[in-house]
Protein backbone atom coordinates (compact mmCIF):
# COMPACT_ATOMS: atom_id res chain seq x y z
CA UNK A 1 0.00 0.00 0.00
CA UNK A 2 0.91 3.75 -0.43
CA UNK A 3 0.33 4.94 3.18
CA UNK A 4 0.01 1.49 5.50
CA UNK A 5 -1.65 3.10 8.53
CA UNK A 6 -3.86 5.31 6.67
CA UNK A 7 -6.08 2.85 4.59
CA UNK A 8 -9.63 1.67 4.42
CA UNK A 9 -11.36 -1.38 3.03
CA UNK A 10 -11.18 -2.02 -0.22
CA UNK A 11 -13.90 -4.05 -2.70
CA UNK A 12 -13.41 -5.65 -6.12
CA UNK A 13 -15.40 -5.10 -9.17
CA UNK A 14 -14.14 -7.55 -11.72
CA UNK A 15 -10.60 -6.98 -12.48
CA UNK A 16 -10.57 -4.15 -10.96
CA UNK A 17 -9.13 -3.44 -7.01
CA UNK A 18 -10.16 0.13 -6.26
CA UNK A 19 -8.78 0.89 -2.39
CA UNK A 20 -9.90 4.36 -1.99
CA UNK A 21 -7.80 5.55 1.01
CA UNK A 22 -7.59 8.68 2.41
CA UNK A 23 -4.33 10.63 4.20
CA UNK A 24 -3.87 14.34 5.15
CA UNK A 25 -0.96 16.65 4.29
CA UNK A 26 0.87 16.28 7.12
CA UNK A 27 2.74 13.25 6.61
CA UNK A 28 6.63 14.22 5.65
CA UNK A 29 7.13 11.81 2.77
CA UNK A 30 5.14 9.96 0.48
CA UNK A 31 6.64 6.35 -1.42
CA UNK A 32 4.41 4.60 -3.75
CA UNK A 33 7.10 1.91 -3.32
CA UNK A 34 6.77 0.58 -7.25
CA UNK A 35 7.72 -2.66 -7.71
CA UNK A 36 8.17 -4.04 -11.25
CA UNK A 37 5.18 -4.21 -13.39
CA UNK A 38 3.66 -0.83 -11.32
CA UNK A 39 3.36 2.69 -12.42
CA UNK A 40 1.99 5.55 -10.66
CA UNK A 41 0.07 8.61 -11.79
CA UNK A 42 -0.23 11.82 -9.34
CA UNK A 43 -2.65 14.55 -10.42
CA UNK A 44 -1.12 17.41 -7.90
CA UNK A 45 -3.63 19.77 -6.39
CA UNK A 46 -2.17 23.30 -7.32
CA UNK A 47 -3.85 26.54 -6.64
CA UNK A 48 -3.77 26.95 -10.14
CA UNK A 49 -3.13 24.53 -13.07
CA UNK A 50 -2.64 21.10 -13.69
CA UNK A 51 0.42 19.35 -13.39
CA UNK A 52 0.51 15.25 -13.46
CA UNK A 53 3.52 12.97 -12.07
CA UNK A 54 4.26 9.51 -13.90
CA UNK A 55 6.56 7.61 -11.55
CA UNK A 56 7.96 4.53 -12.77
CA UNK A 57 9.67 1.13 -10.77
CA UNK A 58 13.33 1.90 -11.81
CA UNK A 59 13.17 6.00 -10.43
CA UNK A 60 12.29 7.51 -13.75
CA UNK A 61 9.22 10.59 -13.75
CA UNK A 62 7.66 12.38 -16.43
CA UNK A 63 5.69 15.49 -15.72
CA UNK A 64 2.90 16.13 -17.77
CA UNK A 65 2.44 19.79 -17.39
CA UNK A 66 3.86 22.32 -15.04
CA UNK A 67 1.10 24.26 -12.92
CA UNK A 68 0.37 27.93 -13.58
CA UNK A 69 3.81 30.20 -12.16
CA UNK A 70 1.74 31.11 -9.33
CA UNK A 71 1.56 27.46 -7.94
CA UNK A 72 5.08 27.21 -8.70
CA UNK A 73 6.04 26.32 -4.78
CA UNK A 74 3.25 24.40 -4.23
CA UNK A 75 4.89 21.95 -7.28
CA UNK A 76 7.73 22.02 -5.41
CA UNK A 77 6.17 21.33 -2.38
CA UNK A 78 4.25 18.15 -4.08
CA UNK A 79 7.47 17.27 -5.77
CA UNK A 80 9.34 16.92 -2.56
CA UNK A 81 6.75 15.29 -0.66
CA UNK A 82 6.77 12.24 -3.53
CA UNK A 83 10.41 12.11 -3.26
CA UNK A 84 11.13 13.46 -6.84
CA UNK A 85 14.24 15.12 -7.17
CA UNK A 86 14.89 14.44 -11.21
CA UNK A 87 12.68 14.86 -14.07
CA UNK A 88 13.38 12.81 -17.38
CA UNK A 89 10.83 13.89 -19.44
CA UNK A 90 8.38 17.10 -19.54
CA UNK A 91 5.34 16.69 -21.86
CA UNK A 92 2.93 20.24 -22.30
CA UNK A 93 -0.43 19.75 -23.64
CA UNK A 94 -1.30 23.19 -24.51
CA UNK A 95 0.24 26.73 -24.54
CA UNK A 96 -1.99 28.15 -21.69
CA UNK A 97 -0.29 29.26 -18.65
CA UNK A 98 -1.75 26.80 -16.82
CA UNK A 99 -0.14 23.93 -18.34
CA UNK A 100 3.22 25.82 -19.09
CA UNK A 101 3.46 27.63 -16.25
CA UNK A 102 6.61 26.51 -14.54
CA UNK A 103 8.50 24.99 -17.37
CA UNK A 104 11.74 26.82 -17.78
CA UNK A 105 11.97 25.99 -13.60
CA UNK A 106 11.19 22.78 -13.82
CA UNK A 107 13.86 22.08 -16.64
CA UNK A 108 16.27 24.37 -14.08
CA UNK A 109 15.66 22.59 -10.97
CA UNK A 110 14.70 18.81 -11.89
CA UNK A 111 17.46 17.93 -14.35
CA UNK A 112 15.07 17.43 -17.00
CA UNK A 113 16.38 16.15 -20.12
CA UNK A 114 13.42 15.83 -22.66
CA UNK A 115 10.22 18.17 -23.04
CA UNK A 116 7.52 17.38 -25.40
CA UNK A 117 5.89 20.50 -26.55
CA UNK A 118 2.13 20.26 -28.69
CA UNK A 119 2.79 20.63 -32.60
CA UNK A 120 1.68 24.75 -31.79
CA UNK A 121 3.70 25.09 -29.50
CA UNK A 122 6.65 23.93 -30.84
CA UNK A 123 6.24 26.34 -33.69
CA UNK A 124 5.93 29.44 -31.31
CA UNK A 125 8.78 28.26 -28.43
CA UNK A 126 11.66 26.79 -30.64
CA UNK A 127 12.52 30.39 -31.66
CA UNK A 128 11.75 32.28 -28.63
CA UNK A 129 13.21 30.46 -25.57
CA UNK A 130 16.55 29.00 -24.87
CA UNK A 131 17.23 25.75 -23.14
CA UNK A 132 20.20 24.19 -22.09
CA UNK A 133 22.30 22.30 -24.67
CA UNK A 134 21.76 19.16 -23.07
CA UNK A 135 18.11 19.22 -23.52
CA UNK A 136 15.91 17.84 -26.26
CA UNK A 137 13.10 19.61 -27.02
CA UNK A 138 10.46 18.17 -29.63
CA UNK A 139 6.58 17.74 -30.52
CA UNK A 140 4.66 14.85 -31.06
CA UNK A 141 1.66 14.88 -34.04
CA UNK A 142 -1.02 13.15 -34.18
CA UNK A 143 -0.91 9.28 -34.58
CA UNK A 144 2.24 9.71 -33.01
CA UNK A 145 3.09 6.10 -30.53
CA UNK A 146 5.88 5.88 -28.13
CA UNK A 147 7.18 3.50 -25.88
CA UNK A 148 7.47 4.87 -22.23
CA UNK A 149 8.58 1.69 -21.37
CA UNK A 150 8.11 -2.24 -22.12
CA UNK A 151 4.65 -1.81 -20.62
CA UNK A 152 3.45 1.57 -21.09
CA UNK A 153 2.74 2.84 -24.32
CA UNK A 154 1.78 6.86 -25.53
CA UNK A 155 -0.89 7.60 -28.14
CA UNK A 156 -1.23 10.55 -29.48
CA UNK A 157 -4.86 11.18 -30.43
CA UNK A 158 -5.23 14.66 -31.74
CA UNK A 159 -2.84 17.66 -32.01
CA UNK A 160 -5.26 20.91 -32.74
CA UNK A 161 -4.10 24.56 -33.12
CA UNK A 162 -7.45 26.23 -32.29
CA UNK A 163 -7.15 28.24 -29.34
CA UNK A 164 -9.08 25.42 -27.34
CA UNK A 165 -6.76 22.72 -28.94
CA UNK A 166 -3.86 20.89 -27.54
CA UNK A 167 -2.36 17.82 -27.63
CA UNK A 168 -4.70 14.93 -26.23
CA UNK A 169 -3.21 11.49 -25.61
CA UNK A 170 -3.46 8.16 -23.90
CA UNK A 171 -1.29 5.86 -21.70
CA UNK A 172 -1.92 2.31 -21.63
CA UNK A 173 -0.91 -0.11 -19.51
CA UNK A 174 -2.02 -3.86 -19.23
CA UNK A 175 -5.27 -3.64 -18.42
CA UNK A 176 -5.07 0.35 -17.75
CA UNK A 177 -5.88 3.35 -20.41
CA UNK A 178 -5.75 6.99 -19.03
CA UNK A 179 -6.61 9.63 -21.47
CA UNK A 180 -5.49 13.23 -20.95
CA UNK A 181 -7.92 15.83 -22.61
CA UNK A 182 -6.87 19.09 -23.44
CA UNK A 183 -8.73 19.78 -26.11
CA UNK A 184 -12.54 20.83 -26.72
CA UNK A 185 -14.50 22.17 -29.80
CA UNK A 186 -16.09 20.11 -32.44
CA UNK A 187 -12.94 19.16 -34.52
CA UNK A 188 -11.58 17.55 -31.79
CA UNK A 189 -14.19 15.97 -30.62
CA UNK A 190 -15.38 14.38 -33.82
CA UNK A 191 -11.73 13.44 -34.53
CA UNK A 192 -12.14 11.42 -30.60
CA UNK A 193 -15.66 9.92 -31.70
CA UNK A 194 -14.01 8.03 -33.84
CA UNK A 195 -11.33 6.31 -31.55
CA UNK A 196 -12.41 3.39 -29.83
CA UNK A 197 -12.03 4.94 -26.17
CA UNK A 198 -14.50 2.15 -24.43
CA UNK A 199 -10.93 0.60 -22.49
CA UNK A 200 -10.44 4.30 -20.96
CA UNK A 201 -10.46 3.98 -17.18
CA UNK A 202 -9.85 7.38 -15.93
CA UNK A 203 -10.00 10.63 -18.31
CA UNK A 204 -8.54 13.97 -17.33
CA UNK A 205 -11.05 16.52 -18.23
CA UNK A 206 -9.90 19.53 -20.06
CA UNK A 207 -10.45 22.99 -19.10
CA UNK A 208 -11.00 22.66 -15.62
CA UNK A 209 -14.17 21.40 -16.34
CA UNK A 210 -15.30 24.51 -17.90
CA UNK A 211 -18.58 24.84 -20.23
CA UNK A 212 -18.61 22.87 -22.99
CA UNK A 213 -15.25 20.86 -21.77
CA UNK A 214 -16.82 17.76 -22.35
CA UNK A 215 -20.01 16.97 -23.90
CA UNK A 216 -22.64 14.13 -23.02
CA UNK A 217 -22.04 12.33 -26.86
CA UNK A 218 -18.23 12.35 -26.12
CA UNK A 219 -18.26 11.50 -22.55
CA UNK A 220 -20.87 8.04 -23.15
CA UNK A 221 -18.58 7.62 -26.09
CA UNK A 222 -15.19 7.32 -23.34
CA UNK A 223 -17.45 6.23 -20.76
CA UNK A 224 -14.66 5.83 -17.65
CA UNK A 225 -14.68 5.10 -14.62
CA UNK A 226 -12.95 7.77 -13.34
CA UNK A 227 -12.78 11.71 -13.93
CA UNK A 228 -9.69 13.61 -13.01
CA UNK A 229 -10.56 18.03 -12.91
CA UNK A 230 -7.83 20.23 -12.05
CA UNK A 231 -8.51 23.41 -10.37
CA UNK A 232 -8.19 27.73 -11.96
CA UNK A 233 -9.20 30.04 -9.43
CA UNK A 234 -10.43 31.68 -12.36
CA UNK A 235 -12.59 28.93 -13.84
CA UNK A 236 -15.63 27.26 -11.80
CA UNK A 237 -16.47 23.66 -13.14
CA UNK A 238 -19.66 23.65 -14.87
CA UNK A 239 -22.41 22.43 -13.15
CA UNK A 240 -23.73 20.50 -16.32
CA UNK A 241 -20.61 18.92 -16.56
CA UNK A 242 -20.30 17.72 -12.85
CA UNK A 243 -24.20 16.66 -13.20
CA UNK A 244 -23.23 14.57 -16.42
CA UNK A 245 -20.62 12.71 -15.00
CA UNK A 246 -22.67 11.89 -11.66
CA UNK A 247 -25.54 10.83 -13.60
CA UNK A 248 -22.81 8.59 -15.65
CA UNK A 249 -22.00 7.12 -12.20
CA UNK A 250 -18.34 8.20 -13.40
CA UNK A 251 -16.37 9.06 -9.68
CA UNK A 252 -15.16 13.02 -9.98
CA UNK A 253 -12.04 13.82 -8.02
CA UNK A 254 -11.57 17.65 -8.22
CA UNK A 255 -8.33 18.46 -6.98
CA UNK A 256 -9.58 21.42 -5.29
CA UNK A 257 -11.95 19.36 -2.98
CA UNK A 258 -10.00 15.82 -2.66
CA UNK A 259 -6.51 17.41 -3.11
CA UNK A 260 -3.75 15.57 -4.80
CA UNK A 261 -4.80 11.92 -6.36
CA UNK A 262 -2.06 9.28 -6.88
CA UNK A 263 -3.55 5.84 -8.64
CA UNK A 264 -1.38 3.05 -8.40
CA UNK A 265 -1.54 0.43 -11.13
CA UNK A 266 -0.35 -3.01 -10.96
CA UNK A 267 -1.02 -5.38 -14.35
CA UNK A 268 -4.90 -5.69 -13.37
CA UNK A 269 -5.70 -3.01 -10.58
CA UNK A 270 -5.53 0.30 -9.07
CA UNK A 271 -6.13 1.89 -6.16
CA UNK A 272 -6.76 5.36 -5.54
CA UNK A 273 -5.04 7.39 -2.57
CA UNK A 274 -5.79 11.12 -2.17
CA UNK A 275 -4.58 13.62 0.23
CA UNK A 276 -6.82 15.92 1.70
CA UNK A 277 -5.41 20.08 1.72
CA UNK A 278 -4.16 21.15 5.15
CA UNK A 279 -7.00 21.91 7.46
CA UNK A 280 -9.55 19.16 5.67
CA UNK A 281 -11.00 15.49 6.95
Known amino acids: MLISQKMIAFFICSTLLLNNAIITSSVERIDVNLRDQEIAFTFFALENGEATLLQFPDGE ?5 TGDRSSQNKLDYWLNLYGVDRISTVIITKE ?64 GTAPTEGMDFSITFF ?38 AITKKLAKHIDPQVAILFNMNSIKPNENILKLLND ?33 E
Not at 119 to 134: A, D, E
Not at 248 to 270: F, N, R, S, V
Request: proline letters at 2%; a negative charge; one cysteine or more.
Open 61 to 65: NILIN
Open 96 to 159: DSGQIGNLEHVINHYQTRQVILSNRLYGQWKGNHSYPNNVAVQWWDSGTKIELSSDVKLEVLYN
Open 248 to 280: MWIDAYLTKEHGTITIKCTDDTYEIIHIHPKGK
Open 175 to 212: AHRFLFLSSYGTDSELKLLNEKLQDVNIVKIPNYGAAQ
